[in-house]
């Protein structure tokens, strides 16, 4: 009879399972890979934001926010240029 065995990595958290027969192979290569992985990772830059506080956090993408702020620079480009046109035109405001 086989007794399955189910394990958690200590840096990616992947369950990872073995039966009693199979031996810990598997176990060391999605260890090495998972160093590797990490190693990799760890060297990217991470995107810093500042908070109204002054304290520093991780920044993550947020489309809406994203979409949100598009709409708002949109308005103003639309308005800066109307204003500018209406500066060097012969229209007078009444």
Known sequence: MQVRHDAVCNHCKAQLTARSSGGTGHLLRHHTSCLV??????????LLRSNTD???CSWYYDPNVT?????????????LF???????SNITLR
């Open 37 to 46: 992985k990490t190693e990799r990772a760890n060297r990217n830059q991470t």
């Open 54 to 56: 002054g304290t520093v």
């Open 67 to 79: 979409h949100l702020e598009l709409c708002r620079l949109i308005v103003i480009w639309i308005y």
């Open 82 to 88: 109307d204003l500018v046109f209406l500066m060097h």
